[in-house]
Every structure is written in structure tokens, then in C-alpha cells.
């Protein structure tokens, strides 16, 4: 029986993950902020016999403690984690500060993954095959890293903050593998698609009819199960890879996976972290 924890688990493809592993038999705990969805799930799972064997934790996963908090009860609860799925995401057209002052894009899909990432390193290391799966947006290139405004305080646009995301996990996977590697963890960056029913948020009136379209031409949601479940079932032999679907990505090479940025990226991650432990000014 493998231990599998998902963010993002109640809704779309990370709710989609949780039931299939449920149904083949695994321990599958979901993390979310919402507790009808995580109710729902628990008794969804009781009702189909898999109760024992599904767990819920609420958190807001936009703020560093909650993470902190997260990776605490796991390692106490689950020492052995077999498979970690990032998959937790909001899109929002306005920006938006958490109440330990880091914007909230930022600080939900970046900063929640490298510190979920690094905190359960030791309890993936158990596992005989750990594998990290981050479903992103890896290898885009084209994206400018805005060194001195991660948080887009000059000129916020909600694509502009998803996009830089992608490329921020990007790094991450690059300093996860650098100072992981010797424990045998597979790092995983993934752009399954356009899914259906996996874009939500908090949306201008344009970019609510762009949503819906989006939601409408989403391919099934089963094709990003198969994606993601292949990965945890057989972890890649590289400790660090990506994928656009089916097709890998080079991640030892170009600007995208570039080590000096992503130890520069570590650096200000660590004045983030700390900043938040103060709260917001």
C-alpha cells in the first residue's frame, strides 16, 4: 500500500488522483482550505469502503505556517510518504496579499511547493520508490524572471503571475535535485494539459469568459490521471525531469533550469520565508 499526498485534492485533476488511488488500494491524504470539500470527500470515500484509508487536512497553503504546520502533522502521521502531487493553484486577476504580507500567486504556487517539497524530503526518502510530481508549467522559456518584483508590486496581471510561477517551479526542481538527489527522490515537473474543470480562480469579467472557454475546450480529466498516475507508478530514472504531456523536457541545460538562478532563487526564498514568520507590515 502506498502513501500518496496530494494539494489541491478536492477539486479537478488533484480530486480525480485522490479516488483513483483510493480505488486501487492506497493510503491517500488530501490537503486542502476547504472543509465542505474535504468532508465531502472523507464520506464519498466511507460510502465506497475506502474509508480507512482517506485522510483529510485543512489548510490554507497560501500561508508559510499552514505549510509548516502541514509538513508537522504528515511526518507524525505518514513517516512514509510514497508520492507527493503539487497540484494546489489559484488563479487570480487581481492581486492579492496574504496576511503574512507575501502576494498570494507567490506564495500559493510556488512557495507553498518548495517548502511542502523540501519538508517531506525525509519522509519520501523512506519510500522505495518517492517520486515528487509538481504540476506546473515547466520549460517556458519565453517568461522573464523579474528578480527585483517577484510579487509584481509594479503591474500585477493575473497571466503574468501564473506564468512566472511555472518558471519559479522550474528552479525548484532544479535545487530540490541538488540537494536531494543522494536520497534516491524522483522530482517531477508536469504540464498535463488543458483540463477540464482545472482552471479556477478569482476572475475580471474578460477573463471569466476566457475561463469558461477554457473549462469547455478542456480535454477529460482521465488523460491528466493517466499522466500523473504513470509517473507515480514508474518514477522516471532521472532524479529531476519534465514533461509537456508525454513529451520530456531537457532539464540540464538553458536558461530555464539553470543552477546559479536556482540557487539565487533558494536565497531570496529563505528572506521570504523569514519575512513571513514576522507577518505583514
Known amino acids: ?12 485533476l488533484g480530486q480525480a488522483l485522490a479516488h483513483t488511488y ?18 465531502t470527500y472523507l464520506r464519498q470515500a466511507k460510502k465506497d469502503g475506502h474509508g480507512g484509508r482517506a485522510f483529510f487536512i485543512e489548510a490554507d497553503l497560501s500561508l508559510v505556517s499552514e505549510n509548516q504546520r502541514v509538513v508537522e502533522e504528515v511526518k507524525s502521521d505518514f513517516p512514509v510518504v510514497d508520492a507527493l502531487v503539487l497540484c494546489a493553484r489559484f488563479f487570480r486577476s487581481y492581486r492579492r496579499v496574504t496576511s503574512e504580507g507575501i502576494e498570494h500567486h507567490l506564495a500559493l504556487f510556488y512557495l507553498s511547493r518548495y517548502l511542502l517539497s523540501h519538508g517531506l524530503a525525509e519522509c519520501l526518502e523512506k519510500a522505495p520508490e518517492p517520486v515528487v510530481v ?10 522573464p524572471i523579474h528578480w527585483d518584483d517577484l510579487e509584481l508590486e509594479r503591474g500585477y496581471d493575473g497571466w503574468d503571475a ?9 528552479l525548484l526542481g532544479v535545487h530540490f535535485d541538488t540537494e536531494h ?32 472557454e477554457m473549462r469547455r475546450a478542456g480535454a477529460p480529466i482521465q488523460g491528466g490521471v493517466r499522466l500523473v498516475s504513470a509517473l507515480i507508478d514508474s518514477p ?4 529531476l525531469s ?9 532539464v540540464r541545460g538553458g536558461s530555464t533550469f539553470d543552477p546559479d538562478d536556482a540557487k539565487r532563487l ?9 519575512r513571513a514568520g514576522r507577518g505583514a507590515p
Request: no cysteine; net charge neutral; aromatic share 4%.
Open 266 to 274: 533558494h536565497d531570496i526564498t529563505q528572506d521570504l520565508i523569514q
Open 242 to 250: 519534465a514533461f509537456q504531456e508525454r513529451r520530456p523536457l531537457n
Open 1 to 12: 500500500m502506498k502513501t500518496i499526498v496530494i494539494t489541491g485534492g478536492t477539486s479537478g
Open 134 to 143: 509538481n504540476v506546473a508549467g515547466p520549460g517556458n522559456h519565453m517568461v
Open 181 to 212: 538527489q543522494e536520497r534516491g527522490i524522483r522530482y517531477v515537473l508536469l504540464f498535463p494539459g488543458n483540463i477540464a474543470g482545472g482552471f479556477v480562480g478569482e476572475f475580471h469579467p474578460v477573463m471569466t469568459v476566457r475561463a469558461e
Open 22 to 39: 483510493l480505488e486501487r488500494g492506497d493510503r491517500v491524504v488530501v490537503v486542502s482550505r476547504d472543509a465542505g470539500k474535504g468532508e
Open 236 to 239: 522516471p530514472s532521472e532524479t
Open 162 to 170: 501564473m506564468l512566472l510561477g511555472g518558471r519559479l517551479n522550474d
